[in-house]
């Protein structure tokens, strides 16, 4: 198992090249006592069910519909800090899941709010640097004056 485990393979649909001692023999395994079936991959038992507790379900289902753009990871921040849930103990996978599973995975249709920095009225208003030293101007000559200065 260990010599098969050290060769490169092509594997169709994947950009893996090797496989591990433990999954060629679990696949020799599987081949030998149960054939080719032995090899289908068969859908989890617990597909479909959650193992969130109902209240926490409740939880995140609430915090996304009160704000739809919601991202999970505020949602799972929310739960840790609200207490309900101890934290690292729920995941975003997990949560992902759930609001997919309810139709509310997909962020709010609402226009994202713009924000804009450095935004000033005429050009040379503001300037910005990580020196210490800028450009000199006319009105300031060759010193060097604060940032948002003319």
């Known amino acids: 198992m260990q010599e098969l485990a050290e060769r490169h393979y092509e594997i169709p649909g994947s950009r893996r090249t090797c496989l591990s001692a433990k999954t060629i023999a679990a696949w020799y395994y599987a081949y030998r006592d149960h054939g080719i079936d032995g090899l289908v991959p068969r859908p989890r038992r617990d597909r479909g069910q959650s193992q969130i507790a109902a209240e926490v379900q409740e939880q995140i289902l609430a915090y996304k519909q009160e704000n739809p ?41 609402q226009a994202p709010e713009e924000k804009r920095s450095f935004v000033v009225a005429h050009a040379r208003d503001l300037w910005y640097g990580d020196v210490l030293h800028g450009p000199g101007s006319p009105s300031m000559g060759n010193s060097a004056r604060s940032i948002g200065s003319r």
Do not use: D, K, M, N
């Not at 103990?89 to 997909?106: D, K, T």
């Open 69 to 109: 753009s919601r991202s999970l990871r505020q949602i799972q921040s929310l739960l840790e800090a609200g207490g309900p849930v101890a934290q690292g103990s729920v995941s975003r996978s997990a949560i992902h899941r759930l609001l997919q599973r309810h139709g509310l995975s997909r962020p709010g249709t």
